[in-house]
């Protein structure tokens, strides 16, 4: 269940969460408001020494929340392109058949942490996540139930990590319940991360 | 082999006799809640040494027993069985102490000695985690960061339980007026009664307590 | 030693112990280990279960194990060598034997202790052993008692008559004795299957049931498939066997309701004897049978002809005899058994049915004893280069072993599909053989030498296989000859050379003649003989004796020396 | 962008998640510390500017900025190595106290010192429990029978069992014996459960 606490669930639950720290290091595009003195070598479309005011620089998410925080107001911070409305539109046409992972392995996490940043689109970034999960969220598990044994790999490339966790968590109960059905549940096996870890052994020894 | 065991400290009223087999009921009870619920529970040193007296008293009669006689095979499954039951409620609780281990160290000071969620073993387990960990995290890297930066707070930092987390539950104890959602605005506080055999889900955080006093069991 | 109360004397003995159980690798074999490991299972006995290969392998791993193990348990192998010999056990370890294996060696029938043997109850089989008297009555420890006692006094009186009469009558029953032993040794054969022993002992025991009748039923009808044992003898035990079946489906009758899903079934059937025919199509079975497949030379094109005038006769069109089996008509498929025969008749095709056994489990998975016999003995001779990458690294055993545990096994289905690829070699190799007359007569034997990379010369180096071999170029040969010389060839037995898995050496298999209805093979003597007749380097390491290998250089002496002793 | 050399150490944690342990990556956690160090510097000299001449916005966004991306750093680096602790606890349920030494091979000496005192407390807790001690990484399956049968699937020599009686264990021997005994062997791919 673990697995399930999203990313972005706040610093206190997620400090050394990976997948968390994987998720705020997704870029958001920001304007400065102000001129930053030396650090202008972190734009790399010019040679200027300081970040100028008005300057544009997609800001990894954990600098951006800093910097955007209405007490500081050193850049304000743009709605990252998956989350705007042509793709809202997309999704809401079908949400089935987008790539999420593709848009962004985090996606509802990022999008969860861009609502906090108050874009005037919030709340309809909001209303388009739960819609996209609530319709996609059928058709995984229904999925996970299901499909045993096929090639699901390209599938799984369009579920973004959540979705993936769901569906391997899914997967799993439903081996162990076919095992549980042909009575070979109470066949001791060897430990998943030991079979894993003797594969690679043969396979560095071929 | 003995039907009855003295277990002291059970009721108000003193020592009680109770049979094995309630002892094992007991224990596979707070076996499934213990499974089942997001935070550690408290613990229950009562049940888990009466169910290693026992285990060591079968043993001892499995050994003493012939070979052939086809009860030992019987006892030693049923031995089997109760040793199953209690490590897997052991090694539950030991997971739960490793991920909230700083959490659940601080909890047990500012809970006081009236309620314990760790035995004494378990305190002593996961305080020689944290420490471990602590210093690994030290020696390896924050002892080479710059001065400010060398704090570290794993009770803020780590792991904490999602006392959020929604859970299954069963009544074994009617109970009224339970409180539901204590979120939403004082203006409209909703709450419910729980009925006998009832089943419901709910946030753990609001029958925490429930469970606890086996009002409740999760399922 | 024999034990007579095998309850008593043998298994409760090992029941408080830890248990060593060698097995040798052959169907017999395996199914009598499947329903010792049930027995055991039922008595939590706690074993540890080894596959040996040869005699060598048998030292082998009794030295490895005899540290851990006071108890062990020969299956289908030790029976006919002396093992007090060769695995040299210490005085605690206590050796039990179960070999269909004949003869059975003499030391091991006479010792008084270690090594106790475990034979069918009430046979004639402990009857056949030369009585102790005429083996160990020992004139020398007699005559040097008798010495001790009268040196000093008489020893002037020692030529008189007595003593002469004594020296003469020790000679004569030395010799007499050296007789009877050639006698008793003089062949190879098998008797009552391992797997039918411990059934017999489980029935005993009120533990038997109808699994490990099923593995019994095995056993004994791979004795028959693979030409170890007549058909005389195979129907002997076919009766018991149906004796038991009857006895067990009673008892299944009384209590009915627990009879579950997985549980087995067995039929008592007059089945056709070709090979796996409901698995393959009717045509492949026929082409590739041992019975059908001689008797039509299906080698030759006027033989296939004439397999298909049969087909026609039967009236069913070739494409559904081509088709597989279970897509067969149904009716054409009920009445197959009876269509088949008629033509059989015909065609003079003899004993194209026998008395067998089939399993059923749940509706599906119907399968005759022979088609398991198939499947098993061809995992057991499963090469590694015909193994998918992806296999685990099992051994033949353990597959084998998992194919016998239960009828809806997939090892057991894998081994079907290997059994075809088999017996389609062997069809190819026999046609191609007696085409280029590769099969010669050498006076008192039939001879054939399959030469150094062969195209299936790894099948070739199995021994199990190429007995196998041996028994189809036989038949076929015989069916190649005309009818004058055929009458004689029937007597000849059958010498074939094959290159084996040691580098620089030949496989040499000998088998008895067609004649020989009791299977009696005395090329277990004759290599000995001509071995050291000829001092060849020869190795004498397979439980089987009529197998041995011989140094490439020594080969043609120890033909010729072969030739020699046997004309 | 700072923080980048820490966010590789994440991704090489993250691509290793489903496996093993990944090699140790000192030379990357070096080059983290270093990145903050000269973080921690130049914020040194420019708050020690504003003290002088207070009201340089510039050089304070600056600060924040680097304050940001030390704190950034140090996450990642701890999170990098408690998550590698995490693994190797996982590993030392899996294949007992003592790891394959290509295991032990990807530990950095101080993550080998954690291991032992790990397995120390782990064996102390265990050995509290009851008269004899319990070991808890046994019985992970509810038991059916109190015997089973194994097969060996590598030569692994001599096996002690409880009784004190001793039994070879040489690949593709078949064995029978108390469940208790086995466990460890199955789940480490010594041996394996025949049904």
């Known amino acids: 269940m673990d697995l399930l606490c999203p990313p972005g669930g706040g610093m206190k639950q997620n400090y050394l969460s990976i997948d968390d720290i994987m998720m705020s290091s997704e870029k958001i595009p920001s304007t400065f408001l102000v001129s930053v003195k030396t650090l202008g070598y972190l734009d790399p479309s010019t040679n200027k020494k300081d970040i100028e005011v008005g300057s544009k620089l997609d800001l990894p998410l954990w600098l951006a929340l800093s910097l955007a925080h209405p007490r500081k107001k050193f850049v304000t911070v743009e709605l990252t392109k998956p989350y705007k409305a042509t793709y809202r539109e997309i999704l809401k046409a079908d949400a089935g058949v987008v790539n999420l992972y593709k848009l962004c392995p985090y996606y509802y996490a990022l999008g969860q942490q861009q609502l906090s940043l108050n874009h005037a689109e919030g709340i309809l970034v909001a209303r388009s996540l739960i819609l996209a999960f609530s319709d996609r969220f059928r058709r995984i598990m229904d999925l996970s139930g299901n499909a045993i044994g096929g090639d699901n790999s390209s599938l799984i490339q369009q579920f973004d990590e959540v979705e993936r966790r769901l569906f391997a968590l899914g997967q799993k109960s439903l081996q162990s319940f076919q095992r549980w059905e042909v009575g070979e549940s109470r066949t001791l096996r060897t430990s998943e991360l030991v079979s894993r870890h003797r594969k690679r052994k043969r396979e560095a020894v071929d | ?219 | 030693m024999l034990i007579t109360d095998p309850v008593k004397d043998f298994f409760q003995k090992i029941i408080e112990e830890r248990v060593l159980v060698m097995v040798a690798q052959d169907v017999d074999g395996l199914c009598a280990c499947k329903i010792l490991q049930s027995l055991f299972k039922c008595d939590h006995v706690q074993y540890t279960l080894v596959p040996v290969e040869d005699k060598q392998d048998l030292v082998t791993e009794f030295d490895s194990h005899k540290e851990q193990y006071k108890h062990m348990v020969l299956l289908n192998c030790g029976g006919s060598i002396d093992l007090l010999e060769i695995l040299e056990p210490d005085d605690d370890v206590m050796i039990y034997v179960i070999d269909s294996r004949r003869p059975i060696d003499l030391v091991n029938f006479y010792c008084e202790r270690q090594v106790y043997l475990i034979l069918k109850q009430n046979q004639e089989e402990a009857q056949l052993i030369p009585d102790y008297d005429h083996i160990y009555r020992n004139y020398d420890s007699d005559n040097e008692d008798s010495d001790t006692e009268y040196e000093q006094s008489s020893k002037r009186h020692k030529f008189d008559q007595e003593t002469l009469e004594k020296k003469r009558e020790k000679r004569i029953w030395e010799e007499k004795r050296k007789e009877i032993i050639f006698d008793y040794e003089e062949y190879s054969y098998y008797g009552t299957s391992a797997a039918l022993i411990l059934y017999e002992l489980a029935w005993k025991m009120s533990k038997d049931d109808i699994t490990m009748l099923w593995w019994a039923i095995i056993g004994v009808t791979s004795q028959y498939q693979n030409k170890k044992i007549g058909r005389e003898k195979y129907i002997s035990s076919v009766l018991e066997l149906q004796g038991h079946l009857s006895r067990l489906n009673h008892r299944e009758e009384d209590n009915e309701n627990t009879t579950s899903i997985d549980s087995i079934k067995i039929n008592f059937e007059h089945d056709l004897d070709i090979a796996l025919y409901r698995h393959w199509s009717l045509f492949e079975s026929l082409c590739h049978s041992l019975n059908t497949g001689t008797t039509f030379k299906v080698w030759t094109n006027l033989g296939m002809k004439r397999l298909h005038q049969f087909l026609a006769e039967m009236g069913i069109p070739l494409t559904q005899c081509k088709q597989s089996f279970a897509f067969m008509e149904t009716k054409t498929r009920d009445n197959l058994q009876t269509l088949v025969q008629e033509s059989a008749e015909k065609f003079g095709l003899r004993n194209i049915k026998f008395h067998s056994f089939t399993a059923q489990c749940g509706f599906n998975h119907k399968l005759c004893a022979s088609d398991v016999v198939f499947s098993v003995d061809s995992i057991l001779t499963n090469t590694e280069s015909s193994k998918p990458e992806s296999y685990e690294d099992n051994s033949n055993f353990v597959d084998a072993l998992e194919g016998l545990s239960r009828i809806t096994s997939p090892k057991l289905e894998e081994g079907l599909q290997l059994a075809k690829v088999q017996l389609r070699a062997i069809k190819n190799n026999v046609g191609s053989f007696i085409d280029i007359g590769q099969v010669l007569s050498y006076g008192p034997f039939l001879y054939t030498n399959i030469k150094e990379g062969s195209p299936d010369c790894t099948l070739f180096a199995q021994p199990l296989f190429l007995v196998t071999f041996s028994h189809f170029l036989l038949h076929s040969y015989m069916r190649s000859l005309g009818k004058s010389k055929r009458d004689r060839a029937r007597n000849l037995p059958l010498v074939i050379c094959s290159p084996s898995p040691q580098e620089g050496s030949t496989m040499v298999v000998g088998i008895p003649p067609l004649s020989e209805e009791s299977r009696k093979n005395l090329f277990g003597n004759a290599f000995h003989h001509a071995s050291e007749r000829t001092k060849s380097r020869t190795q004498h390491h397979f439980f089987n004796p009529a197998i041995i290998t011989v140094v490439n250089e020594d080969r043609s002496k120890f033909i010729d020396a072969l030739i020699t002793i046997m004309s | 962008m700072f923080g980048e050399k820490a966010l590789d150490l994440i991704r090489e944690v993250h691509r290793t998640r489903e496996g093993s342990l990944g090699p140790y990556n000192e030379d990357g956690v070096r080059q983290v510390l270093e990145e903050m160090q000269v973080l921690y510097e130049a914020n040194q000299q420019d708050v020690a500017q504003l003290v002088q001449n207070d009201s340089d916005q510039t050089s304070l966004t600056a600060v924040q900025i680097r304050h940001d991306s030390l704190q950034r750093n140090k996450r990642c680096l701890l999170a990098y190595l408690y998550n590698r602790l995490q693994k190797i606890r996982a590993l030392r349920w899996e294949f007992g106290s003592v790891l394959p030494t290509d295991v032990r091979g990807n530990m950095s000496p101080k993550e080998i010192e954690w291991f032992t005192k790990y397995n120390r407390a782990l064996a102390n807790y265990m050995r509290s429990l009851g008269n004899g001690g319990l070991d808890l990484t046994q019985d992970l399956h509810p038991p059916q029978n109190v015997h089973i049968e194994v097969r060996c699937v590598e030569d692994k020599g001599e096996l002690e069992l409880d009784d004190g009686s001793k039994i070879l264990l040489k690949k593709n021997s078949l064995h029978y014996l108390p469940r208790s005994q086995c466990e460890h062997l199955i789940r480490q791919g010594v041996l394996k459960h025949v049904t």
């Open chain 2, 1 to 219: 082999m003995d039907d009855t065991l003295d277990i002291s400290g059970v009721s108000e009223e003193g020592e009680e006799q109770i049979t094995s087999e309630q002892v094992f009921q007991q224990l596979e009870e707070i076996w499934v809640n213990e499974r089942l619920s997001p935070n550690l529970m408290l613990c229950r040193t009562d049940i888990t040494e009466c169910i290693l007296e026992q285990m060591q008293e079968m043993e001892e009669n499995i050994a003493r027993a012939k070979k052939t006689d086809l009860k030992v095979s019987l006892h030693q499954l049923e031995l089997d069985r109760i040793r199953y039951v209690l490590s897997s409620y052991l090694r539950c609780r030991l997971e739960k102490i490793e991920k909230h281990a700083a959490y659940l160290i601080k909890k047990e000071s500012s809970d006081g000695p009236s309620v314990s969620r760790l035995s004494p073993e378990e305190f002593m387990f996961a305080k020689e985690l944290t420490s471990g960990v602590t210093s690994h995290l030290t020696a390896s890297a924050l002892k080479h960061m710059p001065k400010n930066l060398q704090t570290l707070n794993l009770e803020d930092s780590g792991k904490v339980p999602n006392l959020d987390h929604y859970v299954f539950l069963r009544v074994n104890k009617a109970e009224e007026g339970i409180i539901v959602d204590c979120e939403t605005d004082v203006q409209n506080e909703d709450k419910i009664d729980l009925e006998v055999d009832a089943q419901h889900i709910m946030r753990y955080k609001l029958i925490e307590n429930l469970v606890e006093n086996q009002t409740v069991s999760l399922i």
